[in-house]
């Protein structure tokens, strides 16, 4: 529900940096997106092309998202688990110290121009 | 096909905006002006819990609101003819959330000379606000007992980030499977330091809870 938002600070930010380097047309956008950002990939594509094809610059530039794998640490036996299949509680010791080590990116990666 | 070339850039898309809001905070700390972030589902009782809260504290500190609507002005009127306090709306856009720069646009529309403390209502919605730093001091939210207690199971981001969550209308407690222990388990599982707070906007039960806690904020935020 919130993809949409998320698109307009992504088209902000690609169009600056496209201002910075004098590029004319962006083609592809890449982005890394965690596995628990709470985005999901197909509802930012959708927003995407809705708004990217309002912008000259944009207009059928491709959005690629590369999915970060979540990992928890946990502090206590200092194991890495899968945040998806285990949450906060860490499978090896039990501990609920634990904290997100990545899986949270929303992150441009780079354009391509 | 002309030559692609792959410029890196490796930048968070909030990176930008939790600047302003360091910088927006700074700001308020500076003129010594609180700035309240209040959250919530749509239908919670924000407006009405804030008529509440409001009308216990505006004979003590100087209050402002900014009620943040995709559209309408129906909150920043009944907030006003409630409480006589100035209270000012602000559109979104069609965008789910406030963010630090839209915040401080509001607050352009306020005289913080003349404030101590701006209630910033957000979008009702319990995904898009929690994502997005206002530049406020303190994050609250309300839940309300209809939504149910396991609302901080679904919304982790929303609990983890509030300093205070506002369980309102428990009046209607007993027509609901609502476990007020439970509730209080999950928001402290997602922040342990979490002040819970249930109270009745409509009949003004607890709110001088909510009121007392604003009190004391304003005045560290002032003082410290």
């Given amino acids: 529900m919130h993809e949409l938002g998320i698109v307009f600070y992504i088209i902000r930010d690609v169009k600056k940096a496209a201002l910075e380097n004098a590029v004319e047309h962006v083609y592809g956008v890449v982005m890394n997106i965690g596995e628990v950002s709470t985005i999901v990939p197909e509802y930012l594509q959708d927003c995407w092309r809705w708004a990217a094809d309002k912008e000259e610059i944009l207009k059928g530039c491709q959005l690629k998202c590369n999915i970060i794998p979540a990992a928890t640490y946990c502090e206590d036996c200092q194991s890495e688990f899968s945040t998806v299949e285990h949450g906060k509680i860490c499978p090896h010791c039990g501990s609920e110290h634990t904290y997100l080590l990545r899986g949270n990116e929303v992150e441009i990666k780079e354009i391509e121009v | ?224």
């Fill in chain 2, 1 to 224: 096909m002309e030559e692609v070339k792959v410029i890196e850039i490796k930048k968070s898309i909030f990176e930008d905006n939790e600047k302003d809001a360091d910088a927006l905070r700074a700001d308020l700390k500076r003129r010594g002006v609180y700035l309240l972030n209040l959250m919530s589902s749509p239908g919670s009782g924000k407006t009405t819990t804030l008529i509440q809260v409001i009308n216990r504290i505006k004979d003590k500190i100087r209050v402002a609101v900014m009620e943040a609507d995709i559209d309408s002005d129906v909150d920043a009127v009944k907030i006003k003819e409630a409480t006589g306090i100035p209270s000012i709306q602000l559109h979104t856009g069609g965008m789910c959330h406030l963010d630090a720069e839209m915040t401080r646009q509001g607050l352009d529309n306020v005289d913080l000379a003349d404030v101590d403390l701006v209630i910033l209502e957000n979008v009702g919605n319990l995904v898009c606000p929690a994502e997005f730093d206002t530049g406020s001091c303190r994050n609250a939210m309300i839940l309300s007992v209809p939504e149910g207690h396991d609302k901080p199971l679904k919304y982790p981001l929303m609990f983890s980030i509030c300093d205070v969550v506002v369980i309102n209308k428990m009046d209607v407690l007993p027509y609901f499977d609502f476990d007020l222990e439970k509730c209080k388990e999950y928001i402290h599982m997602r922040n342990p330091k979490a002040q819970v707070i249930p109270i009745c906007a409509k009949t003004g039960e607890g709110v001088d809870a909510f009121a007392t806690w604003l009190l004391q904020e304003v005045n560290n935020w002032k003082n410290q």
